[in-house]
């Protein structure tokens, strides 16, 4: 049994597979665009890094968008960053539809209300550790409420269920950074770079049993 992290040449592959290797025992950590690979894993990471229509594009040129729908519904099943936004309907970015997993939109941080606790302004993209509230989930086991996970993003998604919504974090106005439904756990933040807790959340996803 493998775990599969997907390869469409947009993810920050070499740090997800490395992480992952380092907390996954005897099991095997497989990066691959073969789709084949992709339905005979036991569990797939689906990362992404870059802008959001580049990542629907090459998703949809390297034959796996069937790959990560299928995994979706039958694996267990990780989602970082642009891997992410993507299970939701559509981003702002670019104006591209994603696969519709979630419903919700990807949207970019207001410019409006981008103001720390002091009025200073926030930069975006939104770069940097930051707090991560948790709502109940296996993956967060080990981990304290508000600890602190590496985020680079400048998008995020909004309207989101708040039935799927499995953390928050706060950038001038909050927003959602992990969502979760049955097999599926998808976070904004970049585990792989996220120290101690972030080695943690990929030791719960390669024991989860959804």
Same mark, same amino acid.
């Given at each position: 049994?493998t775990i599969a992290?997907?390869d469409?040449?947009m993810?920050?592959l ?6 992952l290797e380092h907390?996954?025992?005897a099991?095997?950590v497989v990066v691959?665009?073969?789709p084949?690979?992709?339905?005979a ?6 990362p ?7 990542c629907?594009?090459e998703l949809?040129l390297?034959?796996?968008r ?6 979706a519904?039958?694996?267990p099943?990780l989602g970082i960053?642009?891997?992410e936004q993507?299970l ?14 979630f ?11 981008m103001?720390?606790?002091r009025?200073e302004?926030l930069k ?9 509230? +948790?709502?109940p989930? /296996? *993956?967060w086991s #080990?981990?304290?409420?508000?600890a602190?996970f590496y985020f680079?993003?400048?998008?995020? =998604?909004? +309207?989101v269920?708040? /039935? *799927?919504c499995? #953390?928050?974090?706060e ?6 950074c992990?969502?979760?439904r =049955?097999?599926i756990?998808?976070v904004?933040?970049?585990p792989e770079k996220?120290?101690?807790?972030g080695l943690?959340?990929l030791?719960n996803?390669?024991e989860w049993?959804?």
């Amino acid at each position: 049994m493998t775990i599969a992290v997907i390869d469409y040449g947009m993810g920050n592959l070499r740090s997800v597979s490395k992480a992952l290797e380092h907390v996954a025992g005897a099991t095997p950590v497989v990066v691959t665009a073969d789709p084949l690979v992709v339905a005979a894993a036991e569990r797939v990471v689906f990362p992404g890094q870059g802008a959001m229509p580049d990542c629907m594009r090459e998703l949809e040129l390297r034959g796996l968008r069937q790959a990560v729908l299928q995994a979706a519904r039958d694996k267990p099943f990780l989602g970082i960053c642009v891997g992410e936004q993507m299970l939701f309907e559509r981003s702002e970015e670019g104006d591209v539809p994603g696969l519709a997993i979630f419903p919700g939109v990807v949207r970019r941080f207001p410019d409006e209300k981008m103001f720390d606790v002091r009025g200073e302004r926030l930069k975006v993209p939104h770069m940097g550790w930051n707090e991560v509230w +948790q709502k109940p989930h /296996a *993956l967060w086991s #080990g981990i304290a409420d508000g600890a602190r996970f590496y985020f680079v993003h400048s998008y995020c =998604a909004q +309207q989101v269920d708040p /039935a *799927l919504c499995a #953390g928050t974090t706060e950038y001038g106005v909050p927003f959602t950074c992990a969502v979760a439904r =049955a097999n599926i756990f998808a976070v904004q933040f970049h585990p792989e770079k996220s120290a101690r807790d972030g080695l943690q959340l990929l030791k719960n996803f390669v024991e989860w049993r959804p």
